[in-house]
């Protein structure tokens, strides 16, 4: 019987019904809910809505999209100014949060992507670190 199971096994996988892709993603993902709850959900939110003026929200953020270089600069080292999100204006400063890996960030980012905007783009999150202004 066991024998059985194993062959289907290895029938899907030769037919990438498991792609290593989508559970490395979903591992990152899980990983990135996790520090995402401990280091970015007290000022966005749990749902990632933000919180009045204060926080913008990260559901709708371009920066999940469009300007995903940037990501990593501010998760690692803040941000100041004003910024405009969905068209509504803040100007609170974002701590950056110098302790995250790159791992860490690459983790957070995937689990944004895959939660708020359902799917994901290759990560360079080292490189992209690296050209920070």
Partial sequence: MHSKVLCFILLLSALN???EQIHANEAAASDG??????NCAKCHGREGKGFLRLYPPLTQ???LKEDIDQLPCIMRYGLKGEI???GVTFNQIMPGNERLSDADIDAIITFMQLTWVGETTPLEVG???DECN
């Fill in 17 to 19: 019904f498991f792609p």
């Fill in 33 to 38: 809910q996790q520090l995402f709850t401990a």
């Fill in 61 to 63: 953020s371009r920066h």
């Fill in 84 to 86: 405009v999100v969905n």
């Fill in 127 to 129: 490189k992209w670190l």
